[in-house]
Each structure stands twice: as C-alpha cells, then as structure tokens.
C-alpha cells in the first residue's frame, strides 16, 4: 500500500492510500467531529458534519472528511472559517429535526449553532442511519431500516425480525445521537403491531 503525504492544519501527515482523510487526521492527533460515522461501520457521509476543507493544486473543494480517501498534496483545513460556518449550519438543520439531542446541543455550543434558527420539524431522527446500518452491518439481522423518502424518511423495525431479535439486543439504541428513546418508541410499536397482527 503506497504512502500519502498530505498537510493537515499545518501539520505534514503520512497516511495509507485509501485512508479517509478522517482516519489520516485521527492518527496524527486531530480531532474532526463527526455525527453519522462509527469504526465498525462503512463510512456513510450522511451528516455531513466531518466537512473539511480540502485544496489541491490550488483548487478548493468542502468534502466528508469521513468517506473522502486522502490524496497526495492535499492541503486540509479542519477548522477554516468556511468549514466552521458550514458545520454551524448543518448543525442548525439537525437540530430542527432533533432540538433536545445532547450531542447535537454539544456541538451546537461549539459552532455557535442557534436551535432555533430553522422551523421545527422534530422528528427526533436525523437519519444517521447509524441503528440501521449497526443492525445489518455488526448484527447481520436487517431489522430496523428506513422507510419512504424525502421529508418523510424514518426509520422502522420490521415488526416479525423485531419480536425475534430486538427486545434482547438493542444494541443500537445508545448509537443514536438524538436519543434512544426515539429508537425504543419505534420499536414499541413494531412490537405492539406484530403482537396485533
Ligand atoms: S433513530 Fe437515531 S441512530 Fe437511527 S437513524 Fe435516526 S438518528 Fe440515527
Ligand atoms: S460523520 Fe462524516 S458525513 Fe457524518
């Protein structure tokens, strides 16, 4: 595997080809927050929140630091004025979706995010799919994925695999990032409508 020397925050790195640029900057030391992303998942670059700014040859481009593979020559910036305001935006559209999510709020103090800028649309789901791809990728169960499209996407156990797998596992639930409740009040419901069915 041939080496990548790239320049994070000033600071010259050596990383791995097919490296993300989020695994380059962990290994040297610097921190990128992330929302969406896990160790033992596929990176997903849903959140968006690992954005960073990445120049070569001159030309600047914002990119998922999580799923964008280091290049040779990159010059990243983790925290440019550019990359703060898009995550303090990000985090403002989250947290329309999700106002009492602790991480988010966390973060929200860091960025100088308002929870109130954007109208809410709580749906205390983010669409980090992190219980869904958990479920299939580490548990290799499929039983919770994500339903419809658009403003309507949600997530749904599917309520059969449900009453055989989740009430003894719910190991997805401490993954989410706005609460686990939302996770529980789904699955509560899976399982009353099996129990019905
Ligand atoms: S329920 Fe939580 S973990 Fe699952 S997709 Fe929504 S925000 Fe992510
Ligand atoms: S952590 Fe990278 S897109 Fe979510």
């Not at 030309?59 to 799923?67: D, G, K, N, T």
Request: proline share 3%.
């Amino acid at each position: 595997m041939s080496e990548i020397l790239l320049t994070i925050d000033g600071k010259e790195v050596r990383a791995r080809e097919g490296m993300t640029i989020l695994d380059a900057a962990r290994e040297a030391g610097i921190s990128i927050p992330t929302l969406c992303h896990h160790e033992k998942l596929e990176s997903y670059g849903a959140c968006r929140v690992c954005t960073v700014e990445a120049e070569l040859n001159g030309r600047l481009s914002y990119v998922a630091a999580c799923v964008r593979p280091v290049e040779n020559n990159f010059v990243i910036r983790t925290m440019s004025e550019k990359v703060h305001k898009i995550r303090r935006v990000l985090l403002e559209e989250l947290l329309a979706h999700a106002p009492d999510s602790e991480d988010l709020a966390r973060l929200a103090q860091e960025y100088g995010a308002d929870k109130n800028r954007f109208e809410k649309e709580a749906s205390f789901c983010v669409l980090c799919g992190l219980c869904v791809r958990y479920c299939a990728e580490v548990k290799k169960k499929d039983a919770i994925g994500f339903v419809d499209r658009g403003a309507r996407r949600a997530i749904n156990f599917i309520p059969e695999l449900a009453a055989k797998e989740c009430w003894n596992c719910k190991e997805c639930f401490p993954l989410c990032p706005t609460s686990a409740l939302q996770a529980a009040y789904v699955l509560t419901e899976a399982l009353a409508s099996f129990d019905r069915g």
